[in-house]
């Protein structure tokens, strides 16, 4: 179980959000949608400790973090418990698509090199990468860093994968190949927080979708029911400007 409580992330004097809760079972998936500037992707980082959140209580499993009180020690458990993609890729410009998923399960778990090269070719061989092992960066697509990201989060073996708008920087074309892989963890139940502005990804993956505006989670509940049946106000106006343009 995943469970956030009380959550608070402030820049200076600007509070971007207070006191958020949200939980999450093992093997649920979770879409966070929302307008710009309203706190989603400070949310994702505030829960791998990528951004250090000011008050609350963070739970991943039997890890309970006080984000007052957490030390070094704990941030390190969080994050190997916590895998990240994010919508640049990061990924690093001289090591080969194996190389980068690899480096954590060298680097952080203590894998011989041997060991973790042959569990990296079996992650690029799922993710439909395994001609491009020794390829670097560069001379891959935007779907196909992506994809060696995604390969990366899913070596760490994590209890939850947490996607900031995955495919945001790709060309439309480099989309459905993200999407397509995203959607083969969900059937395989890995437990995911997606920020996202792909609401049919949410509507056909999502076992619950969040809207949040303001700093607020404003509603939440099962795809079917938020993009059909919007209680607030404010979801039913973020969800007619954007559905206009992009129906589902």
């Known amino acids: 179980m995943i469970a956030l409580n009380g959550i608070t992330k402030r820049f200076g004097a600007h509070t971007v959000f ?3 809760d949200l939980e999450l079972e093992r093997g649920e998936i979770i879409v ?51 895998a990240f993609v994010f919508q640049n890729y990061a990924l690093f410009a001289n090591k080969t698509a194996l190389d980068n998923i690899c480096e954590g399960m060298i680097v952080v778990d203590g894998l011989p090199k041997a060991q973790a090269h042959a569990r990296g070719r079996e992650i690029l061989e799922r993710i439909g990468l395994a001609d491009k092992a020794d390829a670097y960066p560069a001379s891959l697509s935007g779907g196909q860093q992506q994809r060696v990201g995604i390969g990366r989060a899913m ?14 920087a790709l060309d439309p074309e480099w989309v459905d190949e993200v999407l397509a892989l995203m959607k083969q963890l969900a059937l395989e139940r890995q437990t995911m927080i997606v920020v996202s502005h792909e609401m049919q990804f949410a509507r056909d993956v999502a076992d619950r979708v969040v809207f949040m505006d303001e700093g607020r989670i404003i509603e ?10 919007p209680q607030d106000e404010r979801t039913q106006r973020f969800l007619r400007k954007v559905l206009a343009s992009n129906p589902i």
């Open 155 to 168: 070596a760490a073996k994590a209890e939850v994968i947490l996607f900031d708008e995955p495919t945001s």
């Open 32 to 82: 966070i949608i929302g307008p710009s500037g309203t706190g989603k992707s400070t949310l994702l980082r505030c829960i791998n400790y990528l951004e250090a959140p000011d008050a609350g209580r963070l739970t991943v499993g039997d890890l309970i973090l006080d984000a007052r009180h957490a030390t070094r020690q704990e941030i390190l458990a969080l994050r190997r418990r916590t």
């Open 220 to 229: 939440q509940g099962p795809p079917g029911e938020l993009f059909t049946n």
């Open 18 to 20: 207070e006191n958020i």
